[in-house]
C-alpha cells in the first residue's frame, strides 16, 4: 500500500487494512475490534487516504479526545514524508475552544455560537475582521493558509499561529479545510446537526462524499445519547427570570415565575427519601399552557436571548427556549425525568430532562448518508453489541487479536472480595486493602488501583495507606489538564523505586493516558463501576430489553465491562512491556460476566495473587 506510514506491517495490521480497503470497495461500513499494538490509526488511514485522493472523497478522522488528534496528526506527516504525496490536512477542536477572545471558556457550546455570531454581526471580532480584505483573502490569511497546506499541523500549534496573526482560527481551519484530504475532528463536527451543517457549509465538503473513521468507538453510544439529551433547571430559571426583566419583558418573566413555581412543585411530589421521578410530556406542555402559550413563550425567550447578547456573552433564556423546542419531541428512544441535587454552591435544586436512550437516533442517519463509516476502537467487544446500538445496517464486524506477545501479559481473577451494595461494610473495605496492598507490593514497578467511586477509594485508602510500602498518589476529582499531567510526570518518576496510583474507574486517569515502557507495570481494577441503577439506567434497561431482549447487559452490564476494559489497556502499550491485571472481584468469575473478556485475554482465576504475580515476574526476567 503506497500510503502507509511505516517501513514494515504487522500480519493483524495488514489484516485489518485489507478489511477497510473491501469496506471502501464494497461501499460498507465496518466496526472493528482492534486491540492496542494493532496500529489501527495508520491502518486506517492509509487505504482510505488512498481510495478518497483516487475518487475525489474527504476522509473524516473523528475522535472523542483532544490527545486522539497528535496521533492522527503524526500518522498523516508521516505518510506525507515517506510517499511524498501531496495530502492536505486540517485539525479542528471544538469552536469555543479555538477562539481567541478572552472569557469564552465559561460558555456551553449553544452560548458560544449564540455570541459568536453576535460579536461577528456587530463587527466586534478582530479576528474575523482580519480575514478578508476587500472581499479577497488578506495577505496574512492567504499566506498563513498556504503554509498549513504543505503541513499536516496540530490544533494548538495552528490555534497559536493564528492568534499571532490575530485571525480567527476556526475560519482558517475551515479556508484550509476547502482543500483539504483529510479533516481531524471531534464527533460532533459530524453527528451534530447544526454543527455539521456549519462545517460542511464553509469547507464545501458533502457527507455523501465522506469517508467517516470514528476512533474509540466504545464512546459513541454515550455521546450520541447526551447530544440529544437536554435539561432544565431551577438555577436555569432563576437567571432567566432576571434577564427577562433587565430587557423590560415582564410579561415573560412572569411567565418564568409560574414555570419555576411548578418546577419546583414537581421536586415536592417526589415520594419521601427518592430524589427522581418520572413524567409525561403533557405535565410540562399543559402546565405552561396553562400560564401562556407554549410556542409564544419559546419565541420570547429566544428573543430575550438575541437582546441579552448583545452586552453580554451567555444567555440562560437561550438554554431555557432549546429545552422547550426539544421537549415536544418523540417519546420513543426518551425518557422525562424530574431530579432533585445540589449545586457546586451548596444550594439545592431540581431539574427536568429530556432524555435520549437510543444512540441509533443520531447515528443511523448519519451512517445512511455517509459513504462509508469505518469505527474502531481496543475495546469494541462484543462488535454484534456496537452494531445494535450503532445502527449501522450495512455494517461488517471485524475483532482481531492483539499482536503483544501473550506471554508478557499475566490476567488474574481474584474473587476474594467484592464491591456489591450489599458486601459493602468496614470488614470488606479492610479486606479490600488489604488485598490491594499485597499485590501492590509484590509489583516491581508502579502500580494503578482503579475503584468504582471515590468514596470506595477513601474508604479503602485509610487502611491501604498503612500497608503498601512505597509513594501513594491519589486522584482528587475534576483534575484540570495541567494538573493531571504533573501528577502523571511525577508518577513516572518512581518506575524504577515503585509507587502506586490511587484513581476511579471513569475518572481522569481510567482512559486515554499512556504509560509505554516500564512506567506500569501492574493494574488492579477493584469491584465493578456499577451504581446504583438510576431512573435513566433502569429506562435504558427497559428500552433495551424491548428492542433487543438483551436490557440488562446492553444498558447495564457491558458500559462498566468496557470501563475496566479501558483501565486495564494502561498497562501494557507495547510490544515489550510486562504487566500484570488483576480484577479483583468475585463477581469477575460469574459466567455472566467472565464471558465479557475477549477469549485472547486467557482469564486464571488466583487464589494467591502475591505468588502468581512473582511467579510471573520472576519467569520472565530479561
Known amino acids: 500500500m503506497q500510503l502507509f506510514p511505516h517501513e514494515t506491517v504487522r500480519p493483524v495490521q495488514s489484516s485489518f487494512m485489507e478489511k477497510v480497503k473491501e469496506a471502501l470497495e464494497n461501499k460498507h461500513h465496518l466496526i472493528a475490534h482492534c486491540p492496542t499494538g494493532v496500529g489501527k490509526t495508520a491502518a486506517a488511514l492509509a487505504p482510505a ?58 460558555l456551553t457550546s449553544s452560548e458560544f455560537s449564540d455570541y459568536c455570531k453576535a460579536v461577528r ?138 414555570l419555576l413555581k411548578m418546577v419546583e412543585s414537581l421536586g415536592d411530589s417526589m415520594a419521601y427519601g427518592k430524589n427522581e421521578l418520572l413524567i409525561k410530556k403533557q405535565e410540562i406542555f399543559s402546565r405552561i399552557e396553562a400560564i401562556t402559550n407554549y410556542e409564544m413563550l419559546s419565541r420570547s425567550l429566544h428573543s430575550i436571548a438575541e437582546e441579552i447578547l448583545e452586552t453580554k456573552k451567555r444567555s440562560f433564556s437561550a438554554g431555557i427556549a432549546s429545552f422547550l423546542d426539544a421537549w415536544t419531541g418523540p417519546d420513543n428512544g426518551f425518557t422525562r425525568i424530574v431530579s432533585r441535587g445540589i449545586a457546586r454552591n451548596g444550594k439545592p435544586f431540581i431539574a427536568v430532562s429530556y432524555r435520549c436512550l437510543d444512540p441509533s437516533i443520531p447515528l443511523k442517519e448519519i451512517a445512511a448518508s455517509a459513504r462509508n463509516v469505518i469505527a474502531m476502537s481496543g475495546t469494541l467487544t462484543p462488535t454484534d453489541m456496537y452494531k445494535d446500538l450503532l445502527g449501522f445496517e450495512k455494517a461488517v464486524c471485524a475483532e482481531y487479536e492483539s499482536p503483544f506477545p501473550k506471554e508478557n501479559r499475566l490476567n488474574l481473577i481474584v474473587p476474594q472480595t467484592s464491591t456489591k451494595f450489599t458486601s459493602r461494610s468496614a470488614y470488606m473495605y479492610e479486606s479490600i486493602a488489604r488485598k490491594c496492598a499485597e499485590i501492590a507490593n509484590a509489583v516491581p514497578g508502579n502500580a494503578a488501583i482503579f475503584f468504582p467511586s471515590y468514596k470506595i477509594m477513601e474508604e479503602v485508602y485509610s487502611t491501604f495507606q498503612s500497608l503498601y510500602s512505597r509513594t501513594i498518589f491519589i486522584e482528587q476529582p475534576e483534575l484540570g489538564k495541567d494538573e493531571k499531567a504533573e501528577m502523571l510526570d511525577s508518577f513516572k518518576s518512581y518506575k524504577n523505586i515503585g509507587a502506586v496510583l490511587l484513581a476511579v474507574s471513569a475518572g481522569s486517569f481510567g482512559e486515554g493516558i499512556d504509560l509505554m515502557g516500564d512506567f506500569l507495570k501492574g493494574v488492579v481494577i477493584v469491584g465493578m463501576p456499577l451504581t446504583r441503577p438510576d431512573l435513566e439506567t433502569e429506562e435504558l434497561i427497559k428500552y433495551y430489553d424491548l428492542k433487543y431482549a438483551k436490557g440488562w447487559d446492553y444498558g447495564y452490564i457491558m458500559p462498566a465491562i468496557i470501563t475496566t476494559m479501558q483501565n486495564a489497556g494502561r498497562c501494557i502499550r507495547s510490544e515489550t512491556d510486562r504487566g500484570v491485571i488483576v480484577f479483583l472481584d468475585e463477581r469477575y468469575v460469574w459466567p455472566s460476566y467472565r464471558r465479557c473478556f475477549p477469549k485472547e485475554w486467557n482469564m486464571q482465576v488466583s487464589l494467591n495473587a502475591k505468588q502468581d504475580i512473582e511467579k510471573f515476574y520472576t519467569e520472565n526476567i530479561k
Open 121 to 258: 454581526e456587530k463587527e466586534e471580532c478582530e479576528h474575523y475582521a482580519n480575514l478578508k480584505k476587500n472581499n479577497k483573502l488578506s495577505f496574512e490569511a492567504e499566506m498563513l493558509s498556504k503554509e498549513f497546506m504543505k503541513k499536516a499541523t496540530h490544533v494548538e500549534t495552528f490555534v497559536r499561529k493564528c492568534k499571532k496573526e490575530k485571525l480567527c482560527p476556526f475560519e482558517m481551519a475551515c479556508i484550509v479545510g476547502k482543500k483539504a484530504n483529510i479533516i481531524i475532528a471531534d464527533y460532533n463536527h459530524v453527528m451534530h446537526p447544526g454543527i455539521r451543517e456549519t462545517l460542511f457549509l464553509r469547507t464545501g465538503k458533502q457527507l455523501s462524499n465522506s469517508i467517516l473513521i470514528m476512533d474509540e468507538a466504545h464512546n459513541l453510544p454515550s455521546r450520541a445519547r447526551k447530544l440529544l439529551t437536554f435539561s432544565l433547571s431551577t438555577y436555569a430559571i432563576e437567571q432567566s427570570i432576571k434577564e427577562a426583566k433587565a430587557v423590560s419583558a415582564d410579561d415573560t418573566a412572569g411567565h418564568l415565575t409560574l
Open 49 to 106: 487516504l488512498e481510495y478518497a485522493m483516487k475518487e475525489g472523497l474527504t476522509v473524516f478522522f473523528l475522535t472523542s479526545r483532544h490527545t486522539q488528534h497528535m496521533i492522527a496528526i503524526e500518522t498523516v506527516q508521516k505518510i506525507r514524508d515517506k510517499s511524498g504525496a501531496d495530502i492536505c490536512c486540517v485539525d479542528i477542536i471544538g469552536k469555543k475552544h479555538m477562539c481567541g477572545q478572552k472569557g469564552v471558556a465559561v
